[in-house]
């Protein structure tokens, strides 16, 4: 995990308001170390795109400061910040060929043509994509047109390099691949990146850290494999990955164990990560592939009495679908290692879980 | 030209020009809109329409035989009576575009002079019967001319160092150039004769060229009262009908100066093929008769074309302290320096000389 | 390969034998019939009520029958008359024939109009003669003459010679103030009478020049309506439309208050002190005043392209520009701009054509600079019934602009337009 003393980039308590009513981005505190990717997730209307533009320079910030490289960056305008950018749609200048696409913030700076062509012609390597320097954006395809885009963002060789939701239109597998790609660039060159998307898998496939946006706030950041093992409260848990999530009151606290009476009545115990003082209301939340069946070897410790209402065979394991505690809709993803666990829709069972995979957490009203 | 090609062309011609299709109607008649239309709705159609019990569809246009010619030439003849320039009339007649009229169905004077005689010299044509004299005069705002002896001559109009001020014209080369030849002396009588001669052309513009940098040039009649309103001129060339419609129903204080007017004839023709040829000629009939000219003179200052109708020209309609007889152009007052348009000259010279005085307008 | 296609000999057959290609054929016939019968009534439509209108009065322009149609016998005699001689007996005599006749038929004031477009003065010449013609006694040579002696003017007869041949060059001549001779083939027509090349000129240079104003104040208004929020942008569409909704009356006379020596902007500027009471802004009545009457009219169609070519460029190119290094006017310049130019192109093009047609306008505002050469068509159309010049005037019109079309084609192309 990077964490540098001298960040790269810093928010220090910045807002942002388009109407002077209400705020899109309150009080952000943020830093970015050199050669980190990051990634700002969350769901639209968050303030995560809000918050990429104000760092570009396209929206300015309400108040507060936006730092890069140490020096305050508020009152530069976009075109002296030299940063790369890759848009959603791409941005490709549609008038343009590619290779004069390529050009363009070369010949911005007045570079010399010989020296710009040797630049273009690098690029258009790394990204594989030679062949195609005298074609006109309309003539590729989605994923050609990104590779452009994304050399296009790096030919002047910015120190920093946005993205906005860059894979959004691409499909599934191209979007895979494109990931990989990105991420190898990302480390051959060392830039830094800020990365900007709504899809958690792209988040936690790609960055060195994910800053969950919700409402304007930053929920949680951290690297992305705390942030999908210790949810930091019941938003980013729910956010990132799939959970389940039961509500309750908590009846004890002890070294950091909390006992909490469901809604239905039923007494589990769960790991306090963020919660108030007993009697205070709790959302629990705890990873379908955490639960399991209840068997006289198991070592969980909280168990609920749970029916399945439904079973998907996925191959490598089985979805159970279950009604636990009153919620029909709570998953339990079964190895699928052995059949002898009997599961067949209408049989009621036992599941459970350790302590520390269940984690009470702020209370949170569930859909 | 094959027929099939001429029809086409007629038909094209007359999709242009005729927009809108008459209601059922008994008669159609066409004219000029505004308060002459009025005037002879007031003194035309409506007794005509209680003697006969019959219909009128009331059409404005903006003059020109193109219309006529359409409809004749598709075949598709919409209109039955026209109001019609004399230059057209003549040249419609000419071109077989009218239904001849028989003098002899026109009624007598009420004291029993046959219309023939009754009618003034040069009002009736083979297929053209006159109902008004109008003319082209100049009018000027007199409150703007307080301190200077009022304009009373031809000349004046052109003397701008006596007159200061703009002046309107209409972007025509007839009247215009009649009106430089009289204010450069040349007595009326001969004003054609010397403006059918290259000397007496260059002559003309050579007057015109002292004015041209002070004319504001008019195309709409509607304009010249407009102008002077506004004060964008002092003096304009205008229809006289116009500038005492402003005086007197409007209260504008414009005079009109009578010296050197140019009179001029509208008539009434009905286009060759009209769907109501007879109701046409009953129409044509009764409005020329003397009482309906005479009528019509008490709404709008344009002379009868009858001599018996003058004695019996009353009052405006709307104020009956003016009469109607001193406003008249054929008023002897008015009549003493007057030019009679010579349509036989324009037939023959107004494409030439359309051409150049809009090239001399461009110079 | 499947089972419902074999090889034979080479080509590819459908399942029950026939060529896969016939096959094809018969399929897409029956759709391309269905296609073609729901076009043919407008395409119908079109050519009878547009396409061979305006190809029978191109024709107009190149061909006028109506000497050789009433006067049968003296054409004859003309097309044997060289031209150079001294008009004989036998032209006097077919004239004369003829003269009667067309007295009799109404049909003199035709081939008086006729002839007096190629001669003018000489129509009262025909309608005078003819009227006397029933009178007229052999030799008719002497007794024509002796009626009037124009007629013994040789130029006469060539007009007529000229009027005679149904396919003429002499109305392009006239069009392009020239004239067609019988003797001297083409020469220029007399300077006092070369009015249309000027004025065509004229019509040109004021097109352009509106043309040029509408993308100067339109472009920026497009790009606001494009940019704004719906709510202001949606007022502000309604003021760029305004000038549909309004009627010609109602907006000349707007024109003339605001423009006119005693008008609101002269009363302004004497009243700040720009100009004395005395030296007032001629804006109305000149070209000035036809200028901008014109562009006031045609803002809307050059606004409209543009603002629906603006609309569909997203924000993010001129962000992308910006990003990548490029100042605000060079994103526009190099970035923004050249995106607009389907919309330039289009609305371009919508106002020059629709300028170049404008009459009404021009004749009321315009004074004696704006005079076009539109003006001069709907008096030829209208009041001097000249259509055979009229549609020569037209059809050069025509050309100009086709040429002006195949000129943009080839610089920017033509498939780069995007209308809305």
Not at chain 1, 60 to 82: Q, S, V
Not at chain 1, 342 to 354: Q, S, T, V
Not at chain 2, 231 to 246: I, Y
Not at chain 3, 317 to 330: E, Q, V
């Amino acid at each position: 995990m990077v964490q540098a003393k001298d960040p790269f980039v810093s928010f220090k308590g910045v807002q942002k308001s388009y109407d002077g009513e209400s705020l899109v981005v309150k009080n952000l505190n943020l830093d970015i170390a050199s050669g980190e990717f990051l990634t700002m997730l969350g769901p639209s209307g968050s303030g995560k795109t809000t918050c990429l533009m104000m760092l570009a320079g396209f929206e300015t910030a309400t108040h507060g400061d936006i730092e890069l490289g140490g020096r305050p960056i508020n009152n530069i305008p976009p075109h002296k910040r030299g940063i790369g950018m890759v848009f959603q749609n791409y941005a490709l200048f549609p008038h343009m060929t590619v290779g004069e696409n390529l050009a363009f913030p070369l010949n911005v700076r007045r570079i010399p043509r010989a020296e710009v062509e040797e630049k273009v012609r690098s690029v258009l390597d790394m990204v594989q994509m030679m062949a195609f320097v005298d074609r006109k954006p309309a003539q590729l395809s989605g994923g050609q047109q990104q590779r452009i885009a994304l050399a296009r963002a790096l030919v002047f060789k910015p120190e920093l390099v946005l993205m906005d939701e860059p894979l959004g239109a691409l499909d599934k597998q191209l979007r895979e691949h494109m990931q990989y790609e990105i991420k190898h660039i990302h480390e051959n060159l060392g830039v830094t990146v800020v990365y900007v998307t709504h899809d958690q898998s792209e988040a936690l496939t790609m960055s060195n850290r994910i800053a969950v946006f919700d409402d304007g706030v930053i929920q949680q950041l951290a690297d992305p494999v705390t942030l999908y093992e210790k949810p930091e409260n019941a938003f980013v848990a729910q956010f990132i990955g799939e959970n389940n999530q039961m509500s309750g009151t908590i009846e004890s606290i002890s070294k950091g164990i909390a006992t909490v009476k469901l809604d239905s009545g039923d007494i589990v115990k769960a790991l306090a990560v963020n919660t108030g003082a007993v009697g205070s209301r709790t959302t629990l939340s705890v990873r379908p592939e955490r639960c399991v069946v209840v068997t006289r070897k198991s070592t969980a410790v909280s168990t609920l009495n749970a029916k399945i209402e439904e079973l998907i065979y996925l191959g490598d394991h089985i979805r159970c679908r279950m009604n636990v505690a009153g919620d029909d809709q709570f998953i339990v993803k079964v190895p699928n290692t052995s059949g002898q666990l009997g599961l067949e829709i209408g049989a009621a069972l036992k599941i459970g879980w350790r302590n520390d995979d269940c984690r009470a957490l702020d209370f949170r009203e569930l859909d | 030209m094959s027929g099939l090609t001429k029809k086409l062309i007629a038909i094209a011609g007359a999709s242009v020009f005729v927009g809108s299709t008459a209601v059922a109607a008994d008669l159609t008649v066409v004219s000029w809109g505004g308060a002459y239309t009025k005037s002879q709705v007031e003194a035309y159609h409506k007794p005509w329409m209680a003697k006969t019990g019959k219909t009128i569809v009331s059409e404005d246009y903006g003059g020109g035989i193109a219309e006529i010619k359409a409809q004749v030439e598709s075949g598709n003849v919409t209109w039955d009576v026209v109001d019609v320039e004399l230059s057209d009339a003549i040249r419609a007649c000419d071109e077989g575009l009218l239904e001849p009229i028989d003098h002899s169905t026109l009624p007598p004077a009420p004291d029993g002079t046959p219309a023939t005689e009754d009618f003034l010299p040069g009002t009736l044509h083979d297929c053209a019967v006159a109902n008004i004299v109008w003319s082209s005069v100049y009018a000027y705002d007199s409150s703007k001319v307080r301190n200077w002896n009022a304009p009373k001559t031809m000349a004046d109009f052109f003397d701008t160092k006596a007159f200061p001020g703009k002046r309107g014209m209409r972007k025509s080369p007839k009247v215009t150039m009649e009106f430089a030849l009289i204010a450069d002396g040349v007595p009326t009588s001969e004003v054609y004769d010397v403006l059918g001669t290259e000397e007496g052309i260059a002559r003309a513009f050579a007057k015109l060229d002292t004015i041209k940098e002070d004319v504001v040039w008019w195309e709409a009649g509607a304009q010249p009262p407009q102008l002077l309103a506004d004060g964008e001129v002092v003096f304009s060339t205008a229809w006289n009908g116009r500038v005492f419609n402003a005086k007197n129903a409007e209260g504008q204080p414009f005079e009109m100066v009578w010296d050197g007017q140019i009179y001029d004839l509208d008539l009434f023709v009905i286009p060759k093929g009209s769907k109501n040829k007879e109701a046409a000629l009953d129409f044509v009939a009764f409005s020329t008769a003397t009482e309906q000219l005479a009528a019509q003179a008490s709404w709008i200052s344009y002379g009868p074309a009858r001599a018996s109708s003058e004695a019996r020209i009353g009052t405006f309609h709307s104020d009956s302290s003016i009469k109607m007889a001193d406003h008249m152009p054929t008023a002897a007052a008015n009549f003493k320096n007057a030019l009679q348009n010579d349509f036989e000259f324009w037939a023959d010279n107004a494409d030439q000389l359309n051409e150049r005085f809009n090239a001399w307008l461009a110079k | 390969m499947t089972d419902s296609q074999t090889v034979t000999s080479g080509a590819i057959t459908a399942a029950d034998g026939t060529p896969l290609k016939k096959k094809l054929a018969q399929a897409l016939f029956r759709s391309r019939v269905r296609a073609v019968s729901l076009v043919v009534p407008l395409f119908a439509f079109v050519m009878a009520s547009f396409v061979i209108p305006i190809f029978a009065l191109m024709w107009q322009g190149v061909y006028n029958d109506r000497f050789s149609t009433y006067t049968p016998n003296l054409t004859e005699q003309l097309t044997a008359w060289d031209g150079l001689a001294e008009p004989g007996e036998a032209l006097f005599a077919a004239l004369v024939s003829d003269l009667k006749t067309a007295r009799k038929d109404r049909t003199i004031g035709r081939i008086a109009t006729r002839v007096n477009q190629e001669y003018p003065g000489t129509r009262s010449l025909f309608t005078s003669t003819a009227r006397k013609a029933k009178k007229l006694r052999a030799p008719f040579k002497e007794s024509v003459i002796k009626t009037n002696k124009k007629w013994a003017n040789i130029e006469i007869w060539r007009a007529m010679k000229l009027t005679s041949q149904d396919l003429t060059p002499s109305f392009y001549a006239t069009a392009l103030d020239g004239r067609y001779t019988v003797d001297k083939g083409f020469v220029a027509q007399n300077e006092n009478r070369q009015i249309y090349v000027k004025l065509f000129w004229r019509t040109l240079l004021i097109s352009a020049s509106v043309m040029g104003l509408c993308l100067l104040l339109g472009y920026p208004v497009a790009y606001l309506l494009a940019t704004l929020p719906l709510r202001t942008s949606n007022l502000l569409m309604i003021m760029v439309l305004l000038p549909f909704w309004t009627s010609l009356l109602v907006r000349t006379t707007a024109w003339i208050a605001i423009l006119q020596s005693q008008g609101v902007i002269n009363d302004l500027m004497v009243a700040v002190g720009i100009t004395a009471d005395d030296s007032r802004f001629s804006l109305i009545y000149n070209m000035t005043g036809t200028i901008i009457a014109m562009t006031h009219i045609l803002l809307p169609f050059m606004i409209l392209p543009l603002y629906s070519v603006m609309k569909t460029i997203p924000p993010s190119y001129m962000r992308a520009a910006r990003s990548l290094g490029a100042t605000p006017t060079a994103a526009f310049i190099r970035v923004y701009a050249p995106q607009t130019i389907p919309g330039i192109g289009a609305g371009g093009l919508l106002v020059f054509i629709l300028a170049i047609g404008y009459y009404i306008t021009p004749a009321l505002v315009g004074g004696q600079d704006g005079q076009l050469i539109s003006n001069m068509i709907a008096y030829h159309m209208q009041k001097s019934l000249n259509w055979s010049l009229a549609a020569a005037l037209g059809g050069i019109l025509l050309a100009g602009v086709l040429l002006l079309y195949w000129i943009y084609d080839r610089v920017i192309g033509i498939d780069n337009m995007k209308l809305g």
